[in-house]
């Protein structure tokens, strides 16, 4: 049985301060990305509940995770 634990905690999506202001509509775009994969698997694949969730974290932990990381190498250093 699966339990949940403390890695299972949503990441938030870190941009740089130059792109922050579109953190919003991408964490909106997201959103609707990993619920429309999440239901079409649950309804194809014949998913349980807590298969759904897992899918769901796990996507969007890794969507937030490669977004942050190949935004980061744009970020500006200020002195």
Known sequence: MYTRTQN???RTLDLP???EDLSGVIGSDLKVIVKALTQRARERMMLSP???QRLQYTLWNR?????SE???PLR???H
Do not use: H, I, K, Y
């Open 8 to 10: 299972d905690s949503l």
């Open 17 to 19: 301060d130059a792109f």
């Open 50 to 52: 807590r298969q759904a």
């Open 63 to 67: 969507l937030t995770e490669v977004l």
């Open 70 to 72: 190949t935004m980061d």
């Open 76 to 78: 500006v250093e200020r």
